[in-house]
């Protein structure tokens, strides 16, 4: 089982829809929880991190920890074109010196 | 801004070349790392280092070998290319105190025929 499981879709979506991303992990010592968004060809850039459970808020974007069922969420409000790409969450443990990310969900908003 | 960079775009190489990636990086981290991404398996990690000529094995450290002589520069050498090595190749740095936030390079996708 992979530490951190995520539905690699593709999702198709109309703009303006609100999105909402998955993903699971298993290690019950993760800390950290980020999410990464990747456009096609380049390299992830880190969009949100939370740590502990709960919501964390930053325009459009909402990510959302549930420790108790281990669960990350990220939604998107009034999605936009331009926020087709691949998102990828990803974990770690505090002091620990790796990452552990999830497959990555490819999503694209259809105007 | 932090800025993370690859020696290269697009490699092409042949099996059984010996191949280096390099990546530098702007905003002297102490952390430096190697991913490899594939379609279905995601970023798997491949080596990352916490120092300069420190380094530790990741996940899939097999094939690979990798070298940190100063603190901004970390290469990934292919000892000996493979099809199987064919892949996009990430860079990341970090710093040690902020390790909720990796900064990635923009990738080399390399094909070895």
Redesign the interface.
């Known amino acids: 089982q992979k530490e951190v499981e995520?539905d690699?879709g593709p999702l198709s979506v109309p703009e303006g829809a609100i999105v909402s991303l998955n993903c699971t992990y298993s290690n019950s010592a993760f800390q950290?929880f980020?999410w990464?968004r990747q456009y096609s060809?380049?390299?992830?850039?880190?969009l949100m991190?939370t740590?502990s459970s709960g919501n964390k808020e930053d325009g459009r974007f909402t990510a959302q920890v549930d420790k108790s069922s281990k669960y990350i969420s990220l939604f998107i409000r009034d999605s936009q074109p331009s926020d087709s790409a691949t998102y990828?969450c990803a974990s770690?443990i505090?002091?620990?010196?790796?990452?552990v990310?999830?497959?990555?969900t490819r999503l694209t908003i259809n105007p | 801004d932090v800025k993370v960079t690859q020696s290269s775009r697009y490699l092409v190489k042949r099996t059984g070349e010996k191949v280096f990636l390099e990546c530098v990086q702007d905003m002297d981290h102490e952390n430096m790392f190697w991913y490899r991404q594939d379609p279905g398996l995601g970023l798997r990690l491949i080596y990352f280092s916490y120092d300069v000529k420190m380094k530790e094995k990741g996940d899939i450290p097999e094939g690979y070998s990798v070298s940190r002589e100063k603190k901004e520069r970390f290469s990934l050498i292919l000892e000996s290319a493979s099809t199987n090595q064919t892949s996009m190749y990430l860079c990341a740095s970090e710093r040690t105190s902020r390790q909720e936030t990796q900064y990635f390079g923009p990738g080399t996708r390399l094909l070895v025929l």
């Open positions: 995520q690699p950290y980020m990464y060809r380049k390299g992830p850039e880190l991190y740590y990828l770690h505090q002091g620990a010196q790796k990452l990310f999830g497959q990555g």
